[in-house]
Each structure stands twice: as structure tokens, then as C-alpha cells.
């Protein structure tokens, strides 16, 4: 997870999700806000993985900007169909919910 929250907000939303998250990252913690690209970095490190092996699930156009800086295959949860931002790139996958996500990831669509 990667969040523009402070780290004790983070770390509180993360908890609501109850989800085995791996990696927190907030941009406190990274010292830079989303779309910058060092909070996707810090957290590719914390992983310990390449770029190349992971995947973003963005919940803003703005995310793509910060993942296609670092090399990160995006998809793209535009769930209101929104523009995508100025100088923003493609997402690998968009869509209005999450039902392609698994499908996307195994490489099927």
C-alpha cells in the first residue's frame, strides 16, 4: 500500500482493511506525496522486487504519473470514469471495478 496519509493514518487505514499487507508506505514516511515517484520506489525496496515483478492497483489517475516513472504495470480502479490528468500516461488496465484485476494479473486480459 501506498498513500499519501501521514504514517499514523496509514497505518490505521490499513488496519480497517484487514488485509496482510506486506508493505505500508506513506508519504511521511517517504518524505514526498504521490505522484512523485520515490513513495512507489521506498515501497519496491521494502518488497525487495524489480519494477518489472510487481503491479499497482491505482485508485487515481494521478498514481499513473509516479508508477510509470518507476516501471510499475498499472491498473487502474477508475471506478467513476474520470479523465485521466494531464501529463498522465495510459494505464496498463482501467476499469470501473476490480473484476478484471485478477485476470490482468495472471496475464489474461
Request: charged fraction near 25%; glycine fraction near 12%.
Amino acid at each position: 500500500m501506498v498513500t499519501n496519509c501521514s504514517v499514523r493514518l496509514g497505518r490505521a487505514a490499513a488496519a480497517r482493511l484487514q488485509v496482510p499487507w506486506d508493505v505500508v508506505i506513506t508519504a511521511e514516511e517517504a518524505g514526498f506525496y504521490k505522484p512523485d515517484p520515490r513513495p512507489y520506489r521506498l515501497a519496491l525496496e521494502r518488497l525487495g522486487v524489480a519494477a518489472g515483478e510487481a503491479a499497482f492497483v491505482a485508485g487515481s489517475g494521478y498514481d499513473l504519473i509516479g508508477t510509470a516513472a518507476v516501471g510499475l504495470r498499472t491498473y487502474w480502479h477508475n471506478r467513476i470514469g474520470l479523465g485521466r490528468p494531464d501529463g498522465a500516461p495510459p494505464a496498463d488496465h482501467e476499469s470501473r471495478n476490480l473484476d478484471d484485476l485478477l485476470p490482468w494479473l495472471e496475464g489474461l486480459r
